[in-house]
């Protein structure tokens, strides 16, 4: 919206060929080859030995593709290849790029014969192209950052001895040095345009972040490593002022000629989270705006006024009129139960006859069912109430009287609980043994 305002209020000096703030084109270059000669140049031939054409870049990784998504372990064969890249390059062109790569072995035979005419892809070049599109993106910082996890990684599982951990924090500190004095020369000798092309390259640095982890392990384990590890950090701090000098040189610039697709989204982001709201306001200082017309109705204030206006207050109940003075309900209720559980400790130890365990089941049977259903009934709540010493035993067997007047009824066994265990252990050194025991 910013750059969209610029224009339309005819603010000039915006450059031609810069892509807006939404432009996914990658920046370095159309072709993306810029990165593979100096990645191949440790182990190159020559300096004719990286190839300069975009085209052979596509045909490798369609044949990467093809491969993922058609090839086996039978692997494919130069017709099916060829097909998979009639959409990128003529025929003369992939047979020229077929020679290379499997020269090259990038493709080798199936079978290691002269003349196998079906191939395999190479893994190990399908790792270098995940590398050459990391580069194209990141520009190689990532790799730091990677570099440090890995050596934090290997210090807490044991995998590195300590000289080993030494060559890889200097490592780490060497190739931040490289990249901070890169980046500086960049800020102060090259031109703005070629700065834009290395904005994704440091819009997300995390090396600090990595360091001071690997720093604070490697300081717990290995005192004697501590000053190659804070020389790692000044390293790193360097490099995060370069970053933030690169970043003030772009907003220098693009404040000067009104540019905001100089920016990338997150530098947005960030200058809304971290800027004052006066940094803020200055983006607005020389820009003309419309005097608002705001026109509301009568008729839009009431409702609004109704729609917002405080509710009315809350009006408290009456205090409940004193109750007069009486017997209390609570007590009332406890004094009726007592009397209700006296009731039925009394009818039990009548049908028990005052013994301490006794065999119910014929005076029940001798009373008619509706009175024997409620002494039941009772006994059932007395051996369930805790403040009743007793204990009912109801048999699985069924007696069954056609002719009485409890026609079904199981054997019921009353027991009174003993009040301590002397008088438990007494009662069983009393008890006769049976026939069985």
């Known amino acids: ?236 701090l360097r490099y995060t002022a370069a970053v933030h000098e690169f970043h003030d040189r772009l907003m220098q610039q693009a404040t000067t000629r009104r540019d905001f697709s100089m920016l990338l989204p997150e530098q947005y982001v960030t200058a809304a989270r971290r800027s004052s709201v006066d940094a803020l306001a200055q983006v607005f200082a020389a820009t003309v705006f419309d005097p608002p017309h705001v026109q509301i109705t009568t008729g839009q204030i009431l409702t609004a006024a109704a729609d917002h206006q405080p509710p009315p207050p809350r009006q408290r109940l009456p205090r409940p009129p004193t109750q007069p003075s009486g017997p209390d309900p609570v007590e009332t209720a406890r004094a009726k139960a007592a009397l209700a559980r006296q009731r039925r400790e009394a009818t039990v130890t009548l049908l028990m006859a005052g013994k301490d365990v006794a065999d119910v089941t014929a005076r029940l049977r001798a009373l008619p069912w509706q009175a024997a259903v409620k002494h039941l009934v009772d006994m059932l709540r007395a051996a369930a109430d805790p403040a009743i010493p007793l204990m009912l035993d109801i048999s699985r067997e069924v007696i069954v009287d056609a002719a009485g007047a409890v026609t079904y009824a199981s054997p019921v066994t009353m027991s009174r609980i003993p009040d301590s265990p002397q008088d438990m252990n007494g009662d069983a050194e009393a008890a006769p043994q049976s026939p069985h025991e």
């Open 1 to 236: 919206m910013l750059v969209q305002g610029y224009r339309d209020i005819g603010v000039k000096g915006h450059l031609p060929d810069q892509p807006d703030l939404f432009s996914v084109q990658r920046e370095d270059s159309a072709d993306g080859l810029e990165h593979i000669s100096p990645f191949v140049a440790p182990v190159a031939a020559s300096a004719n030995a990286v190839t300069d054409d975009p085209v052979a870049l596509r045909i490798a990784e369609t044949i990467r593709d093809v491969f993922g998504d058609f090839g086996s372990e039978h692997g494919l064969s130069r017709a099916e290849i060829a097909q998979a890249c009639a959409a990128v390059t003529s025929a003369d062109a992939f047979d020229a790029r077929f020679r290379v790569f499997t020269k090259l072995r990038l493709l080798e035979s199936l079978r290691g014969k002269a003349h196998d005419q079906r191939y395999v892809f190479n893994p190990t070049s399908g790792a270098a192209l995940l590398v050459y599109e990391r580069l194209g993106e990141a520009g190689g910082v990532q790799e730091i950052t990677m570099l440090l996890d890995r050596a934090r990684e290997g210090l807490l599982n044991g995998s590195l001895t300590e000289e080993q951990l030494a060559a890889k924090i200097a490592q780490a500190r060497r190739s931040l040095a490289n990249y901070t004095n890169h980046l500086l020369r960049l800020v102060r000798t090259r031109p703005i345009e070629e700065l834009l092309g290395q904005r994704h390259h440091h819009a997300h640095s995390t090396s600090l972040e990595e360091a001071k982890h690997l720093v604070h392990a490697v300081a717990e384990q290995y005192p004697a490593l501590r000053p190659a590890g804070t020389r790692l950090i000044q390293e790193a």
